[in-house]
């Protein structure tokens, strides 16, 4: 077949969707999947490569995706959990670093106020976050803590008359160098619990640094934040707050939403290496047509249908108030381990054109490593489905 013959712009199963796990949406959602899909075409893909080799948050997408209204999809908009993540695979499928931006905002902070802020403190924050007028980040992992955070967080709060003083510092907070909040999860002295604080960025002794020399979602604003004697109002503190096992319903939500990211970066994966494979042309014809490509390219594929048949079933259960914290770790562990297995793939099918950003898959093939560590590793969510099987905890 020669390349004239190929329609690149015509490929038969474009969205990648091959069990057409899609058709379990709503109409609706449906309806709202192809409006979105066709804002991040327009708004997001364009710029991703030029924003991530410049380690640069575009600031002037911020008031378009509030536009767009992504924040809160299931608690505000009643959309499913199954939508939520589709839409977030998407989301990560056009540009990783933008769907992070959009994970810690509205997964991690907003979810953090939605599933432990009072009522009364949810009708006073909820509005200004929601559409995105305050920006939020999430101060959980330390300098000296990441795995180890549950039991062994340094960041401290004392309570002093009808405040709060907040002492310690955070790494690698994403959103965190523009943000005009953070929730902090800090260890009361008093009792020992790990409790939450929202904390205006513009207080005294807040500070962020950003971390510099990633090679790895480069756009994502990542910061070190320092807290010295930093005032928090009693009000400020959340309500329902009051112990590691309390941040651990965000968590068990949040990491949903980061296996959802894997599918996307291996549907993104499949995307760049299928074109290339159909455009590029060895011996005279296009490297689409010799068996090892394509077998490159079914690999790629199957672990992307794989990956997403877990999240699918995965979200249904959380829809039905079922989901296990054992289950979000499994698939955690499970479709990441998938996801550096395709976009290595990837890189290689593009041989020398898979290591330069001018091809895409380089940055596909770096923004993974990240995926594959935060949100807990993959070793951390292969022992918690092991204590969960066993019974018997081998973590410490």
Same mark, same amino acid.
């Given at each position: 077949?020669?390349?004239?013959?190929?329609?690149? *712009?015509?490929?038969?199963?474009?969205?990648?969707?091959?069990?057409?796990?899609?058709?379990?949406?709503?109409?609706?959602?449906?309806?709202?999947?192809?409006?979105? #899909?066709?804002?991040?075409?327009?708004?997001?893909?364009?710029?991703?490569?030029?924003?991530?080799?410049?380690?640069?948050?575009?600031?002037?997408?911020?008031?378009?995706?509030?536009?767009?209204?992504?924040?809160?999809?299931?608690?505000?908009?009643?959309?499913?959990?199954?939508?939520?993540?589709?839409?977030?695979?998407?989301?990560?499928?056009?540009?990783?670093?933008?769907?992070?931006?959009?994970?810690?905002?509205?997964?991690?902070?907003?979810?953090?106020?939605?599933?432990?802020?009072?009522?009364?403190?949810?009708?006073?924050?909820?509005?200004?976050?929601?559409?995105?007028?305050?920006?939020?980040?999430?101060?959980?992992?330390?300098?000296?803590?990441?795995?180890?955070?549950?039991?062994?967080?340094?960041?401290?709060?004392? #309570?002093?008359?009808?405040?709060?003083?907040?002492?310690?510092?955070?790494?690698?907070?994403?959103?965190?160098?523009?943000?005009?909040?953070?929730?902090?999860?800090?260890?009361?002295?008093?009792? *020992?619990?790990?409790?939450?604080?929202?904390?205006?960025?513009?207080?005294?002794?807040?500070?962020?640094?950003?971390?510099?020399?990633?090679?790895?979602?480069?756009?994502?604003?990542?910061?070190?934040?320092?807290?010295?004697?930093?005032?928090?109002?009693?009000?400020?503190?959340?309500?329902?707050? *009051?112990?590691?096992?309390?941040?651990?319903?965000?968590?068990?939500?949040?990491?949903?939403?980061?296996?959802?990211?894997?599918?996307?970066?291996?549907?993104?994966?499949?995307?760049?290496? #299928?074109?290339?494979?159909?455009?590029?042309?060895?011996?005279?014809?296009?490297?689409?047509?010799?068996?090892?490509?394509?077998?490159?390219?079914?690999?790629?594929?199957?672990?992307?249908?794989?990956?997403?048949?877990?999240?699918? #079933?995965?979200?249904?259960?959380?829809?039905?108030?079922?989901?296990?914290?054992?289950?979000?770790?499994?698939?955690?562990?499970?479709?990441?381990?998938?996801?550096?297995?395709?976009?290595?793939?990837?890189?290689?099918?593009?041989?020398?054109?898979?290591?330069?950003?001018?091809?895409?898959?380089?940055?596909?093939?770096?923004?993974?490593?990240?995926?594959?560590?935060?949100?807990?590793?993959?070793?951390?969510?292969?022992?918690?489905?092991?204590?969960?099987?066993?019974?018997?905890?081998?973590?410490?």
């Amino acid at each position: 077949m020669s390349k004239a013959a190929i329609d690149i *712009n015509n490929l038969p199963y474009a969205d990648g969707d091959f069990f057409a796990f899609e058709q379990l949406l709503s109409a609706k959602e449906r309806d709202r999947l192809a409006e979105v #899909r066709d804002f991040l075409a327009r708004e997001v893909k364009p710029i991703a490569v030029d924003c991530w080799n410049r380690a640069e948050f575009p600031m002037d997408l911020i008031p378009k995706l509030a536009e767009i209204d992504l924040v809160s999809p299931v608690r505000r908009q009643g959309y499913s959990n199954l939508f939520a993540g589709i839409l977030h695979a998407e989301a990560t499928r056009a540009d990783t670093s933008i769907a992070t931006f959009l994970g810690v905002h509205d997964g991690l902070f907003t979810g953090s106020i939605e599933a432990l802020a009072s009522q009364e403190q949810q009708d006073a924050w909820l509005p200004d976050i929601y559409s995105l007028k305050k920006i939020g980040a999430f101060g959980l992992t330390e300098p000296l803590g990441g795995s180890d955070v549950a039991g062994g967080t340094r960041t401290t709060a004392r #309570r002093e008359g009808d405040s709060w003083v907040l002492n310690g510092a955070k790494r690698w907070i994403g959103n965190a160098t523009f943000s005009d909040w953070v929730v902090i999860y800090a260890r009361d002295v008093a009792d *020992n619990q790990v409790k939450g604080f929202l904390v205006d960025t513009r207080t005294e002794g807040y500070s962020a640094a950003k971390i510099e020399n990633k090679i790895s979602l480069r756009t994502v604003q990542n910061a070190d934040i320092t807290l010295e004697n930093v005032v928090v109002p009693d009000f400020f503190k959340l309500a329902n707050a *009051n112990s590691f096992r309390d941040t651990n319903k965000v968590l068990k939500v949040t990491r949903l939403a980061v296996a959802w990211q894997a599918v996307g970066q291996q549907l993104a994966a499949f995307d760049v290496a #299928r074109r290339y494979a159909v455009e590029r042309s060895q011996f005279g014809r296009p490297i689409a047509s010799f068996q090892l490509v394509q077998n490159q390219l079914v690999q790629i594929l199957g672990n992307a249908v794989s990956s997403m048949g877990m999240m699918v #079933r995965l979200s249904q259960l959380e829809d039905a108030g079922e989901a296990k914290d054992e289950q979000s770790a499994l698939a955690k562990a499970f479709t990441t381990a998938r996801m550096r297995e395709s976009v290595a793939i990837g890189r290689s099918l593009l041989g020398g054109n898979g290591i330069v950003t001018d091809f895409e898959m380089a940055k596909i093939f770096s923004d993974a490593e990240a995926i594959y560590s935060y949100e807990g590793t993959h070793e951390i969510n292969t022992l918690v489905t092991g204590r969960a099987i066993t019974g018997i905890s081998a973590i410490v």
